[in-house]
């Protein structure tokens, strides 16, 4: 059967703990949502396989904050989650649809490896579709909370090289173009696609401010870099990060000489061991108890791993659980910065 969803956090760890979820957002007084709940149970009843596939229901109204952190606020609807992150949504009136999609997924899933990458590992790091992708596997109990609590529109970014992609690009849900391409340098140098990451200009630090639509608790950031390899020491080859502090609840970005003189909530000194060979993603896995009420987060590279001048970042996501909205644009200071 089903799982009732009676709460924001029931439904997070419904999503860290199934491979695969569907949710049926629906309304009781809705005459479509009464008529479509027979076909989803029947489809829950059969297709149902613990830790790989799950059916769920959201009562849109009773649980407001969930209908709209989903945009599901006129039902019957339903969102089909892989691995934490959102692969498919339909209205209640295709219901041949939904009946294809879930199938299809559930295929899938009785190929697949349990609870999308919940003991921390690197095995589920591939691109899953339009849903999105992570360089890395879920810590258990926890999900990518990136597309759901990032405020792309107060995002900055300071010492980018404008040639390359903006800030935005470091949130994208699509696999890095490296990856997708293949190997190699040309691959990695974007030379059959666009440059989807973001690279220093004119030393290798890099200053990013990200702000959240809802206080977090974090447990793991993963940053992914691909920088190509190359045989020509003449060539200028844009290097990893390497030393990286955060900073959090600040109501703006910092400058690089301010964030000198200021105490990183925590620093990571990253290692060419650190990266994943195939994913090119590294994890900080933070001072859990440093990050339970966040409300924005500075990230700042200090330096890259080499000899190069630039520092180059294809994907950032966010990993742990979303609390209580806030409202977009007051960003108010949350706990101290120790």
Known sequence: MAVQISSPSQLSSLLSSSRIVVVNFYNEWNQTSKTIIPIFDQLSNSL??????????????????????????????????????????FSGSNTQQLSDAIKRLAAEAEGGTGAGGASGGFGEASSSGSGG???AGLPRGYSDITAEV????????????SDFGGVRTLFETTQPSTLAI???????????????????DVDEQLMLYIPFTSTLKI????????????????????????????????????????????????????????????????????????????????????????????TRIDRIRIIGESGEKREIGKLEKVGGDD
């Open 133 to 135: 992708w992570r360089g």
């Open 182 to 200: 293949g190997k190699g340098k040309g691959a990695a140098t974007g030379s059959e696609g666009k440059k989807d990451w973001v690279e220093s």
């Open 219 to 310: 447990h793991t950031i993963q940053i992914t870099s691909c920088p190509p390899e190359s045989d020509n020491e003449d060539d200028e080859v844009p290097l990893r990060p390497k030393t990286i502090r955060l900073y959090t609840n600040k109501q703006h970005n910092l400058g690089f000489e301010e964030a000198e003189d200021i105490s990183a909530v925590q620093q990571f000194e990253l290692k060419a061991s650190d990266w994943d060979t195939s994913t090119k993603t590294a994890k900080l896995e933070l001072r859990f108890v440093k990050f339970q009420n966040v409300s924005s987060l500075v990230l700042f590279v200090v330096d890259g791993d080499g000899d190069g001048e630039k």
């Open 150 to 161: 990032v405020d792309v529109r107060g995002l900055d970014l300071l010492n980018s090289d």
């Open 48 to 89: 149902s396989r613990p830790g790989n596939i799950t059916f769920a229901k959201v009562n849109a109204e009773q649980q407001a904050q969930i209908a709209q952190s989903y945009s599901a606020t006129n039902p019957p609807l339903f969102i089909i989650f892989k691995n934490g992150q959102q692969v498919s949504k």
